[in-house]
């Protein structure tokens, strides 16, 4: 899970400095005040002279971090919880997952309307008018400061089922354990 939500920092670093670019190009190109890049006469589209591909390191790493943290948290789930709970832990990803998104669309919003400065905001339907790398640049933060909590809660949670396991297979009790680090 701590991998999956590293990986999905560095995606927004990535995407903020994809945009930067692909908003500095639109405006160098004579198209800051028209988003569509349709010429006066409206008989064909100018494209920006920049390529797709520029976003797929974004998106290949952002499927990179939903696969890592999904899979780590749904063994997570399965690991920790007792059997009779199993199938909680199916409807708890489900939750969390609506609870993400719900919570994606606040921040939109508080972004959006706390980024108004002389009647733009960050986030515009003209996304060359808009500076949605700035709207990266704080999901980047957020996205660092959620991996920081992620390290304070899994260091504060203690040995997992499968450390437990390996101990009494191993035949070494806890209190043991304690003694030998005492001795050392």
């Known amino acids: 899970m701590g991998l999956g939500l590293f990986i999905s920092f560095l995606a927004m670093v990535v995407s903020a400095i994809v945009e930067h670019y692909r908003r500095r190009t639109a405006i160098s190109q004579g198209l800051k005040d028209n988003a569509t890049a349709q010429t006066p006469s409206q008989d064909f589209r100018r494209p ?28 997570f789930f399965y690991t920790e919880f007792p059997k009779s709970m199993s199938s909680i832990a199916a409807a708890l990803f489900g939750l969390g997952m609506a609870v993400a998104n719900i919570l994606a669309s606040v921040i939109l919003n508080v972004v959006k309307n706390s980024s108004k400065k002389g009647g733009v905001s960050w986030i515009e339907d003209n996304i060359n008018k808009g500076h949605y790398d700035y709207y990266y640049w704080v999901l980047a933060v957020l996205s660092f400061v959620n991996i920081i909590y992620y390290v304070a809660c899994s260091l504060s949670y203690g040995p997992t089922v499968d450390e437990v396991r390996t101990d009494k297979v191993n035949g070494v009790r806890e209190e043991e354990q304690e003694e030998v680090v005492k001795i050392n």
């Open 48 to 75: 920006i002279n920049i390529s797709a591909m520029w976003l797929v390191p974004q998106y290949v790493l952002l499927d990179l971090a939903e696969a890592l943290t999904g899979i780590g948290q749904t063994e």
